[in-house]
């Protein structure tokens, strides 16, 4: 079974540049999760999607971040524009429906790299 | 949310046993605690998930005293490849989750 994917590995842009993150998670998880490294800090919640609807954007640090989930499948975050401070890795995780398993294990992806310039 | 203490380092030998132990002195009656593993340039894997007591699977053991305050972390006989971060996590919700500084482990041959 694939893993939770995420597009690009990758990206170094200038500051004020837009850049999209893309996240695959495993087939059949309604939950979706962005999580952030920022310079060498801890890893932080952003927001959790269940199936397309945000559950909870608390961690979303301003405007400048837009997360979708349309279809329920794949997510997308976007910034724009983006910052210095925005440098860091992006986590994607997803799980299952918690009303079938008793703990809801979340499955990470590699991460994206976003350097900014 | 309940913080989390645990050692920023710890360094042991292939073949050892590592033991981390996690301090939360202010977990809620509602807590769990779980931690999670992770690799170099990878996002953080589940190991292990207890209320109380003692729970074990295949990778790791983890032992919860009465009080609930602490909680060890244990890795029989690690290897090279155990070389990772380790992350103790208290709360009571599975979908927003908590994480801190980390213990990192460095296994030696």
């Known amino acids: 079974e694939a893993g939770v994917t995420q597009f690009p590995s990758h990206s170094v842009i200038e500051k004020g540049q837009t850049v999209t993150l893309r996240c695959d998670p495993i087939?059949?998880?309604?939950?979706l999760y962005w999580y952030r490294r920022v310079m060498g800090k801890e890893i932080k919640f952003l927001l959790h999607?269940?199936?397309?609807?945000?559950?909870?954007e608390s961690g979303m640090p301003n405007n400048r971040f837009l997360a979708e989930r349309t279809g329920g499948t794949y997510s997308t975050l976007k910034v724009q524009p983006a910052e210095l401070e925005d440098s860091g890795v992006y986590f994607c995780?997803?799980?299952?429906?918690?009303?079938?398993?008793?703990?809801?294990?979340?499955?990470f992806g590699p991460g994206t790299r976003l350097t900014v310039l | 949310l309940a913080k989390t203490t645990q050692p920023i380092s710890m360094d042991s030998y292939e073949g050892q046993e590592v033991n981390i132990t996690c301090s939360h002195n202010?977990?809620?009656?509602?807590?769990?605690i779980t931690w999670y593993q992770q690799f170099p340039s990878q996002g953080p894997r589940f190991i292990i998930q207890?209320?109380?007591t003692k729970v074990t699977n295949e990778v790791a053991s983890l032992f919860i005293p009465a009080d609930r305050k602490s909680s060890t972390l244990s890795l029989p006989r690690v290897s090279l490849s155990d070389t990772a971060v380790y992350y103790c996590?208290?709360?009571?919700?599975?979908?927003?989750?908590?994480f801190g500084a980390g213990t990192t482990v460095t296994v030696r041959a």
């Open positions: 202010n977990i809620a009656t509602n807590d769990y």
């Open positions: 999607f269940v199936k397309e609807s945000k559950q909870d």
């Open positions: 996590l208290v709360g009571d919700s599975d979908y927003k989750l908590s």
């Open positions: 207890g209320y109380k």
């Open positions: 995780a997803s799980s299952q429906d918690s009303t079938v398993v008793y703990y809801n294990e979340q499955f």
């Open positions: 087939s059949g998880h309604d939950n």
